[in-house]
T-cell receptor, first 112, second 115 residues
Framework: DAMVIQNPRYQVTQFGKPVTLSCSQTLNHNVMYWYQQKSSQAPKLLFHYYDKDFNNEADTPDNFQSRRPNTSFCFLDIRSPGLGDAAMYLC???????????FGPGTRLLVL | AQSVTQLGSHVSVSEGALVLLRCNYSSSVPPYLFWYVQYPNQGLQLLLKYTTGATLVKGINGFEAEFKKSETSFHLTKPSAHMSDAAEYFCAVSPGSSNTGKLIFGQGTTLQVKP
């Protein structure tokens, strides 16, 4: 089945230690999104790619970076995680000809 | 600018009872509207969406929603709740004319289903 895959599902890192979360998709969608979702809150868009065109949200901290080496893969890099960065990180994809975003299962990040 | 308001952060119903989750939106352009469901420690799954055409849309798991432009609402209903419906539900809006497809989410409603 075509899908959006996120690895790992759970990630533990230390305060200030760089961490990378990964997302891959078999849907061949041009658009990919990264969201941060804190406990009991709505997902918050961090940035998105349209092909290789990167679009950062105005309020996304500089601590968050992203890479998209090809259509299938997208990475979220947190350069110096703080305790406040503990959250669920959701990846989503969309066919630009359609309206629906398809979400992966998420990676829950714990910062010690 | 667009926004979404979900009335009621927690809704509790008995199994077999009607489910009604409320969503109101604000949009300066014709919106696309979505309902997503999220189970614990899972991603978001699309329940249904409205883009154009018929204002009553049917989704998965017996859910449906009606787009009411005059009321700027897109409430989610299900005639008979099942225990497996217990989850977090998010209403979202996207500007129909945008090629970014950015979603603006409501704050979510937790649905509890009592036996």
């Amino acid at each position: 089945d075509a899908m959006v895959i996120q690895n790992p599902r759970y990630q533990v890192t230390q305060f200030g230690k760089p961490v990378t979360l990964s997302c891959s998709q078999t849907l061949n969608h041009n658009v990919m999104y990264w969201y941060q979702q804190k406990s009991s809150q709505a997902p918050k868009l961090l940035f998105h790619y349209y092909d290789k065109d990167f679009n950062n949200e105005a309020d996304t901290p500089d601590n968050f970076q992203s890479r998209r080496p090809n259509t299938s893969f997208c990475f979220l890099d947190i350069r110096s995680p703080g305790l406040g960065d503990a959250a669920m990180y959701l990846c989503a994809t969309r066919n630009p000809l359609g309206e629906t975003q398809y979400f992966g299962p998420g990676t829950r990040l714990l910062v010690l | 600018a667009q926004s979404v308001t979900q009335l009621g952060s927690h809704v509790s119903v008995s199994e077999g009872a009607l489910v009604l989750l409320r969503c109101n939106y604000s949009s300066s352009v014709p919106p696309y509207l979505f309902w997503y469901v999220q189970y614990p420690n899972q991603g978001l799954q699309l329940l249904l969406k409205y883009t154009t055409g018929a204002t009553l849309v049917k989704g998965i798991n017996g859910f449906e929603a009606e787009f009411k432009k005059s009321e700027t609402s897109f409430h989610l209903t299900k005639p008979s709740a099942h225990m497996s419906d217990a989850a977090e539900y998010f209403c979202a809006v996207s500007p129909g004319s945008s090629n970014t497809g950015k979603l603006i989410f409501g704050q979510g409603t937790t649905l509890q289903v009592k036996p």
